[in-house]
């Protein structure tokens, strides 16, 4: 069973920075892809970045330029910094892990629970 420890989250002044840490733990064979999604009150979960194991990264548009996806395959660990924070930042920011082969699961997406990201004055 894998499990995703997420870290970094908290409150910060508009125009600041924060970085998300994600840890996949278990035994793990391979993740195929990394990314964060985040979800707002009162709208759906979106994608904010994401990264494959090749490298290959991908933003939502509204954060381009300002905030930047890193993975460490060896580690399977993947990191956001966020940058130029503004208040429509705000939401509840998940990690999830796609395609994972581990001991019990052959293609398995798993999710963490959650941290929350504030941006206020």
């Known amino acids: 069973q894998l499990q995703l420890v997420e870290s970094g989250g908290g409150l910060v002044q508009p125009g600041g920075s924060l970085r998300l840490s994600c840890a996949a733990s278990?035994?793990?064979?391979?993740?195929?892809?990394m990314g964060w999604y985040r979800q707002a009150p009162g709208k759906q979960r979106e994608l904010v970045a994401r990264?494959?194991?090749?490298?290959?990264?991908n933003y939502a548009y509204s954060v381009k330029g300002r905030f930047t996806i890193s993975g460490d395959n060896t580690k399977n660990t993947v990191n956001l910094q966020m940058n130029s924070l503004k208040p429509e930042d705000t939401a509840v920011y998940y990690c999830k892990a796609e395609r994972v082969r581990t001991t019990t699961t052959l293609n398995g997406d798993y999710w963490g629970q959650g941290t929350q990201v504030t941006v206020s004055p």
């Open positions: 278990g035994t793990i064979f391979s993740i195929y892809a």
């Open positions: 990264i494959t194991s090749g490298g290959v990264t």
